[in-house]
């Protein structure tokens, strides 16, 4: 793909040739136009949305140094810059403190102190940052990592490259609670793939959801503002019309192959992610707000006493109380004549356990209106809410199938279900390569299609979101690890038990190397699961057990 060199004043001084011998790059400031738009933006919140080496967390330096320099009077404040990685923020610190020098007029030394982090438990974290003061009282601080406890921070808050930040979701949503003092927040970021929390809070903002100002500033607008002949102006060049060519296609090329990498990196345009199954916008176009995800996690027990450790009969009739209230209404509006599916994905600890439960309306599209999801739920109380919805969709409609994980703690459930339920309707799954290559294409035609309703959930869209091609099988990577809208770490739970239901509403029974539950273990070398073996929660043997083909009907 062509990319056409951005024009700029050069270009319109002298098209094709060089600039007079006076010119001076630097004659409206030192600031390009994006830069004093940002600098002279006070909104409350303002996100910059960037390509690589725009110029805008050299803007915020400036624009910091004004403000800090200030009286209270004036609008001066303090301000917390928190970067992504410990040597931007020596780098900010040590930038800020030359603005200084020459624009207030202040010769600051740079200060090493630690940070008191204090933690939710009352214990403290001590980070490494650094800081100046300024005669007017107030100081720019950078700190080395991000603070756990960021709502005790006062004053104006700068997120550098939020999207590369560990748990960037809890560190935004920790920053808009500074505004309830008086604070500010700068959000700068280039992009790193669009189920980012940087991502989601910029369409939020883009949308209205949230009155924030919104800065786009991909490379090229840069380019056209004059960053070609400040790069030349600094490295002493004379900036030409075919050097500018040239210093462009360079940059260009350099990514050569990668354009999803350049797009993004450049030109703010956030990729899928590298061998993306499902593209997120196919996910998006399939999800309903009618549709919910009901979210069940132990009762704040009191007193150190977990609640896995409560009476039985007690813990049943909290889990009762609570499909009762949150499950029953939603399976109550399925048509009466809805043959049920359900799809599991099982869990203790780490990950949460899934149930995606839906029906095949009579267009043959699959509609998802509950999905099910346990956290750090005890076996019982899982079996209990798996079992309460099978049995509601036996007596009150028509469970047709269910497809439910089998591997590790999930091998006993699945088993516990098919003797509940019938071996012709529960099928204990260990898939295969075998098994994803066949399942999967259909799993993904169905949201090319849009044949298939799910919850419009952030979760659940960036859990579908996760599914890679991987050696021509769609699966989890092992190494996927994200965070949740509840702060904690996900593994494409629901994502997994969408699949399983889908599988659950095809028509055929196709068995790829079936073995019994009590021989799975020793059959299980050399064979994969949908994720790794090493999944904290599925250790327990990576034999398929059965598959579900055949057409993309339904019964």
């Known amino acids: 793909m062509e990319y056409a060199v951005p024009l700029s004043i050069v270009d319109e001084i002298a098209p094709g040739g060089l600039p007079p011998g006076d010119f001076d790059p630097l004659a409206d400031g030192i600031l390009m136009v994006h830069q004093k738009a940002w600098v002279e933006d006070e909104a409350d919140i303002k996100i910059g949305d960037k390509g690589r080496r725009t110029g805008m967390t050299w803007a915020e330096a400036l624009s910091d140094v004004l403000i800090a320099a200030s009286a209270k009077s004036a609008g001066g404040d303090n301000i917390w810059y928190i970067g992504d990685t410990k040597d931007k923020g020596r780098e900010f610190i040590d930038t800020s403190a030359r603005f200084a020098e020459k624009v207030a007029k202040e010769l600051l030394a740079v200060e090493d102190f630690l940070f008191e982090d204090k933690q939710d438990d009352g214990t403290s974290k001590f980070i490494t940052a650094w800081r100046i003061t300024f005669a007017s009282g107030f100081k720019i601080s950078a700190l080395s990592s991000n603070p756990a406890n960021i709502r005790g921070l006062q004053g104006i808050v700068v997120i550098d490259e939020a999207a590369f930040h560990a748990n960037v979701g809890k560190v935004l949503e920790a920053c808009l609670a500074l505004l309830i003092w008086g604070g500010k927040i700068r959000i700068i970021s280039t992009h790193n793939g669009k189920t980012n929390a940087f991502n989601q809070l910029l369409k939020e903002a883009l949308e209205g959801k949230i009155d924030a100002s919104v800065h786009h500033v991909p490379f090229d607008t840069a380019v056209a503002n004059g960053l070609y002949e400040r790069v030349c102006y600094v490295r002493g060049k004379p900036a030409t019309h075919e050097g500018k060519a040239e210093w462009y296609a360079k940059i260009r090329k350099a990514y050569g192959s990668r354009h999803e990498a350049m797009r993004e990196e450049l030109d703010a345009i956030p990729r899928e992610g590298d061998g993306t199954m499902i593209p997120l916008v196919w996910i998006e176009a399939c999800q309903t707000q009618t549709y919910k995800v009901a979210r069940w996690e132990p009762p704040d027990t009191g007193g150190g ?13 909290v889990m009762a109380t609570w499909l009762k209230a949150n499950v029953d209404p939603i399976l109550g509006e399925f048509p009466e004549d809805a043959a049920g599916a359900i799809g599991g994905d099982f869990a203790m600890r780490q990950d949460r356990s899934d149930y995606a439960v839906g029906y ?11 999905v099910i999801e346990l956290r750090t739920c005890p076996y019982d109380q899982q079996k209990q809410a798996l079992f309460h919805v099978g049995r509601w969709l036996r007596t009150h409609r028509r469970l047709k199938k269910g497809v439910l994980d089998a591997n590790g703690n999930g091998m006993v459930l699945a088993q516990e279900a098919r003797q509940e339920f019938g071996p012709e309707t529960i099928v204990e799954l260990m898939p295969s390569d075998a098994w994803l290559r066949e399942t999967t ?26 599914f890679r091609v991987i050696n021509g099988v769609g699966k989890i990577p092992s190494d996927v690890r994200t965070v949740g809208t509840d702060g904690g770490k996900r593994h494409a739970d629901s994502g997994v038990a969408l699949l399983n239901f889908y599988a659950a509403t095809l028509t055929d029974v196709h068995e790829y190397g079936y073995t019994a539950a009590a021989s799975a273990a020793p059959a299980a070398e050399g064979r994969m699961s949908l994720r790794s073996r090493d999944d904290d929660d599925r250790r327990g043997g990576f034999d398929a057990r059965s598959g579900l083909g055949g057409t993309r009907g339904g019964w």
């Open 441 to 466: 294409p259909k799993f993904r035609a169905a949201f090319e299609e849009k044949t298939i309703l799910i919850p419009a959930n952030i979760d659940v869209r960036d859990d579908v979101h996760q």
């Open 360 to 370: 095949v309306d009579r267009l043959l599209w699959r509609r998802v209106p509950l």
């Open 305 to 317: 006493r977990e609640f896995v450790d409560w009476p039985e009969a007690t813990r049943r009739e």
